[in-house]
C-alpha cells in the first residue's frame, strides 16, 4: 500500500510540474500569437487562436521541458518573463507586416491612389497595403511560416530563459534595429514608385511652364494612376519576394543583438 501511494504522489508531483510547464510555455506563445503576422491578425477568429496557441504549446514543449522552472516561490516573475518573452517575439515579427503597410501607404500616395481607393477594414489603410499584406502573408505561409515559428518559440528559450529579465539595453538597440529595417524594408520596396513619381510630376512642371494653356491636371493625374497600376503589376512579384527574402533571413537569426 505504502509503495502505491509512493507511485501516485510520484505520479501527481509529475503531473503538476508538466502543467506547470505547459502554462509557461502557453503564456509565451499566447502573447506572442496576438502579434505573429497571419496567425494573429484581425481576421482570423479568437477561437482559431486560441487553437493554434495550444498546438503550439503542444509541439514546443517536450523541446523546452527541460529549461522551464520549477514551481517554487513568487509566481509574478516567471509570468511576467514569460508574457515579456512571447511580446518580443511577435513585435518582432509583427514589424515585417507594419512593413508591407507602410510600402503600400508610400506606393498608394506617390501614385494618387490613397483615397480614391481607401481600404475598408478593421484597419483603414489604402488598398495597395492591403494587397501587399495579404499576399506577402501568403507566401509566407505557403513557405513554412508556421514551422520556423515554431523554432523560433524553440530557440527563444536560448536568449529569453524563463524567468529572467532581459537587460533592458540590450533588448532597447535589438528594438530600434528591428524598427529600422522595417522602415528600410517598407522604403525599398516603395522606392520604384517614388522614383517614378518624382521624375513624372518633373516632367509635368516643365510641361507647364512651357505649355501654360494646356491643363496638365487633367491629363497627368489619369496618367500617373495608370502607370502606377501598371508598374505595380510588374515590380510587386519581385518586391514580394523581397520581402520573404528578409523574413526568412530574420527567422534564421531573429534575436541577433541580443545576449
Given at each position: 500500500m505504502t509503495e502505491i501511494l509512493q507511485t501516485l504522489t510520484a505520479g501527481a508531483n509529475l503531473t503538476q510540474g508538466w502543467l506547470?510547464?505547459?502554462f509557461l510555455v502557453f503564456l509565451r506563445v499566447g502573447a506572442a500569437m496576438a502579434l505573429l503576422p497571419a496567425f494573429g491578425e484581425h481576421s482570423v477568429p479568437q477561437r482559431i487562436r486560441l487553437a493554434l496557441g495550444l498546438c503550439y504549446t503542444i509541439v514546443v514543449l517536450p523541446a523546452v521541458l527541460?529549461?522551464?522552472t520549477p514551481l517554487e516561490g513568487a509566481l509574478a516573475l516567471p509570468l511576467a518573463t514569460e508574457v515579456m518573452a512571447?511580446?518580443?517575439?511577435g513585435i518582432g515579427l509583427r514589424l515585417f507586416v507594419h512593413a508591407?503597410?507602410?510600402?503600400?501607404?508610400?506606393t498608394a500616395q506617390s501614385t494618387s491612389l490613397s483615397q480614391l481607393f481607401g481600404g475598408q477594414g478593421a484597419e483603414q489603410q489604402p488598398t495597395m497595403s492591403h494587397i501587399f499584406v495579404m499576399t506577402g502573408l501568403a507566401l509566407a505561409v505557403v513557405s513554412g511560416l508556421h514551422v520556423r515559428i515554431a523554432e523560433v518559440f524553440i530557440s527563444s528559450y536560448d536568449v529569453l530563459p524563463p524567468g529572467r529579465f532581459p537587460n533592458g539595453a540590450d533588448l532597447a538597440t535589438w528594438g530600434l534595429s528591428q524598427v529600422s529595417r522595417a522602415f528600410a524594408l517598407a522604403f525599398s520596396m516603395a522606392a520604384p514608385f517614388l522614383a517614378a513619381s518624382v521624375i513624372y510630376n518633373i516632367a509635368l512642371g516643365v510641361i507647364n511652364r512651357a505649355m501654360p494653356q494646356l491643363m496638365v491636371v487633367f491629363i497627368g493625374a489619369?496618367?500617373?494612376t495608370l502607370g502606377g497600376l501598371v508598374l505595380l503589376a510588374m515590380t510587386s512579384p519581385l518586391l514580394l519576394k523581397l520581402w520573404v527574402d528578409m523574413l526568412n533571413i530574420y527567422l534564421e537569426n531573429p534575436f541577433?543583438?541580443?545576449?
Open positions: 506547470w510547464a505547459a527541460d529549461r522551464m512571447g511580446l518580443t517575439i508591407l503597410q507602410i510600402a503600400g501607404t508610400l489619369p496618367a500617373l541577433a543583438g541580443l545576449p
